[in-house]
C-alpha cells in the first residue's frame, strides 16, 4: 500500500526506522523484536543506567509506554479526521519526573505487550481516508499513517540505544 506520509523534521527518524510496504507487517516485526530483546535483559542489568543521568533500562521501558500512549492517542484523534491541532510534550521531563523503583519489570512488559496488541488491533482497523488524513501535532502537520510507522521507529530507536549502550 502507498502511504501519506507527512511528519515533521524530528520525526523523520523514527518513520524512516520503521518504514515499510506494509505497515501491520512493520508493525508487528517491531513487536516481535522488542519482546525478544525484553525477554534477553537480564535482571542484573534492569535497574542499569550506562552513564550518570541517563535512564536506567527500567526508565526507558516506561518511557516507551508512554509515548506508546501519546502515539496511541495522536493516531486515534487523526483517525476520527479530527483537526484539532495536538499539543506535544517533553519526554525529558516526562522521564525526569517519572518513578519506576515501586514497578515491577514483569508488570512494565506485561502492560507494554497489552499496549502494543491494542494499538495493533486499532491500526489495522484504519482505512485508507484515516491513514491518509493529516492533522497538527507538536505545532507541525502529520499524517496517521506517519504516526503509525513513529510508533514502531520509536521502539526501534530505543532497541537500538539498548543493545549500543545498555547490553554490549
Given at each position: ?6 511528519y ?7 518513520v ?7 505497515l501491520?507487517k ?8 522488542f ?5 534477553e535483559?537480564?535482571a542484573?542489568?534492569?535497574d ?6 541517563k535512564w536506567?533500562i527500567?526508565e ?5 509506554i508512554d ?14 479526521l479530527?483537526a484539532?491541532?495536538?499539543p506535544g ?15 515491577k519489570?514483569?508488570?512494565l ?18 482505512n485508507k ?27 526501534q ?12
Amino acid at each position: 500500500m502507498k502511504y501519506n506520509l507527512v511528519y515533521s523534521d524530528f520525526s523523520k527518524n523514527y518513520v524512516n526506522l520503521a518504514l515499510s510496504d506494509s505497515l501491520d507487517k512493520s508493525l508487528a516485526k517491531s513487536t516481535k523484536q522488542f519482546l525478544e530483546l525484553l525477554d534477553e535483559i537480564p535482571a542484573s542489568k534492569i535497574d542499569y543506567a550506562y552513564s550518570e543521568g541517563k535512564w536506567t533500562i527500567k526508565e526507558v521501558l516506561q518511557h516507551i509506554i508512554d509515548t506508546e500512549r501519546v502515539f496511541s492517542y495522536r493516531i486515534i484523534r487523526l483517525a476520527r479526521l479530527d483537526a484539532t491541532p495536538l499539543p506535544g510534550f517533553d519526554e525529558n521531563h516526562w522521564g525526569n519526573s517519572m518513578d519506576v523503583t515501586h514497578k515491577k519489570w514483569k508488570d512494565l512488559v506485561k502492560e507494554f505487550k497489552l499496549l502494543r496488541r491494542s494499538n495493533l488491533l486499532m491500526i489495522a482497523a484504519l482505512n485508507k481516508e484515516e491513514l491518509a488524513f493529516i492533522g497538527t501535532a507538536s505545532n507541525h502537520p502529520v499524517s496517521t499513517a506517519a504516526i503509525c510507522f513513529a510508533l514502531g521507529g520509536h521502539v526501534q530507536h530505543h532497541m537500538n540505544i539498548l543493545k549500543e549502550r545498555y547490553l554490549k
